[in-house]
């Protein structure tokens, strides 16, 4: 019986708003990999215990992880869109009440254990570029390529609110946002530590389409498959 081809893990590392999962996809779509990106399924999981408590006092270990039994992940062309209850929330995810809560939620370690096997589960079948926290040291340790981006917080900011917005984010505007990233990094130490053999790519001066064509180049100089 012939082996199965061994499949390919990119695993995309760094803190928020680095530009982690746009990047990933587009790398994906390139290299005709699938994109999992592990922050949906946080922040999924988060609006399954919105929907059952707005008050997130309740919220302990259990009761989140409870509302990983609804979830799901359905293909969408060279990517992975999370359901909850057989249903896409694109909009509902990506939220003010999923935002607040989301950093908190991703801390639960029996959380970070749900989210892993689902990404985990998807590597078995597919090619994948997968972006996150923990990708290339806890989840995907062995994987063939790992990169861990960066990025001056107030880039990031700058970033973030040019997506959020839809327009040129002022100064004072990037300097609320940057304050909320950099307490967010404090809090998200612990999750976001550079694997010691990832390529690091600081992202501040360069365009996605560089950040990319640097990844996919690298990701061809690992993959010997005949076929690739």
Do not use: C
């Not at 790519?201 to 005949?226: G, N, S």
Request: negative net charge; glycine residues 6%; hydrophobic residues 40%.
């Amino acid at each position: 019986m012939a082996k199965a081809p061994e499949r390919i893990v990119i695993a995309i590392d760094g803190p928020a708003a680095s530009g982690k999962s746009s990047t990933a996809q587009w790398v994906a779509k390139r290299l005709g990999f699938n994109h999992v990106d592990s922050g949906a399924l946080y922040r999924a999981i988060t609006a399954a215990a919105v929907r059952r408590s707005a008050d997130a006092d309740r919220w302990d270990d259990a009761f989140v992880l409870a509302g990983g039994k609804s979830i799901g992940l359905e293909p969408d062309g060279h990517s992975f869109a999370p359901t909850i209850d057989s249903k896409r929330v694109d909009e509902q995810i990506r939220g003010p009440e999923v935002t607040k809560h989301v950093s908190r939620v991703a801390r639960m370690k029996p959380v970070r254990e749900w989210v892993n096997q689902q990404v985990r589960a998807a590597a078995a079948s597919f090619d994948i570029v997968v972006d996150g926290r923990d990708m290339g040291t806890a989840v995907f340790p062995d994987a063939q390529l790992k990169i861990f981006l960066v990025a001056d917080p107030w880039e990031r900011a700058r970033r973030r609110l040019l997506q959020q917005l839809g327009r040129s984010p002022t100064d004072d505007e990037i300097a609320e946002e940057t304050q909320r990233l950099v307490h967010r990094d404090a809090g998200d130490a612990t999750q976001t530590v550079q694997a010691p053999d990832a390529v690091l790519i600081d992202t501040t001066y360069l365009t996605q389409e560089e950040q990319v064509e640097r990844i996919v180049a690298l990701a061809r100089a690992v993959d010997h498959r005949d076929e690739f």
